[in-house]
């Protein structure tokens, strides 16, 4: 569906995309048949056949990205005021998305407002990542941020696991040191001449990259402290 293939993401391709994706997935089959659930900042619904056996509902206000489809949205309004009814929702799914809202506590408020009594948030978000979705993106977050933000708007329950250790941060860190390099052209059938010369030293540096990603994946368990991870996953209930 539309622009994002967060699910065919592989592991070495976007190692923070990966680890969402499997949280999501997690989720997914985590909740029984029938739950209403609310995709806060779905963007293109990347999420929702994992849904299918949910009452799946979307909301975004549609202006992260401009090569983005939103038209799949059953809401585009602010996640800091959501056109909703109160305690509309057995669970809500926020993943990505706190770090582009400007009022991220008044968002997690709204959230709690649309939880049914019990129901739970799924939350994540990045700690350190580079800017993106440029001008609507305003923070990062410590496991100590997030917590402290969902228990102001009422949740309970909060848990605040890492997404992977400092490895795994590392591993999603290095292709983004690769240079840029003109690329063949093959596959657009725009041939670049440039590209074309280029073409075995592109490969060869993004194989060495492969291989040191591998063994930063590899080595990632033994970062017992886990306090300096590319992101958190949350779980939060009313």
């Known amino acids: 569906m539309g622009n994002q293939n967060f699910l065919k993401t592989t592991k070495l ?41 949910c009452t799946y509902k979307s909301i975004d206000l549609g202006i992260g990205d401009s ?26 799914l926020c993943t990505q998305v706190l770090e582009h809202v400007s009022n991220p506590f008044d968002t997690v408020k709204e959230i709690y407002r649309v939880l049914k009594p019990g129901g739970q948030l799924f939350l994540t978000a990045p700690m350190s990542q580079g800017e993106h979705q440029i001008p609507y993106d305003y923070f990062r977050y ?22 992977g250790g400092m490895f795994l ?33 592109r490969i ?6 492969r291989l040191v990603q591998m063994f930063l994946i590899l080595v990632d368990p033994l970062d017992k402290d886990k306090v300096d991870p590319w992101g958190w996953k949350v779980v939060a209930r009313k």
């Open 13 to 53: 391709a976007d190692v923070a995309r990966w680890c969402v994706s499997q949280f999501v997935v997690s989720v997914a089959g985590s909740l029984p048949p029938g739950t209403a659930v609310l995709d806060a900042g779905a963007g293109e619904c990347a999420y929702k056949d994992l849904f299918s056996h």
């Open 67 to 92: 090569s983005w489809d939103y038209r799949h949205l059953d809401y585009i309004a602010p996640l800091d005021n959501m056109p909703i009814d109160d305690e509309c929702f057995d669970a809500v």
């Open 142 to 163: 410590t496991s100590y941020g997030l917590r402290h933000i969902c228990e102001l708007a009422g949740f309970q329950s909060v848990e605040v696991s890492p997404l």
């Open 169 to 201: 941060r590392w591993a999603y860190e290095v292709p983004r040191a690769m240079p840029d390099m003109p690329t063949s052209g093959i596959k657009s059938g725009k041939i670049n001449l440039a590209g074309l010369l280029l073409a075995p030293v």
């Open 204 to 209: 060869f540096i993004l194989s060495i990259v």
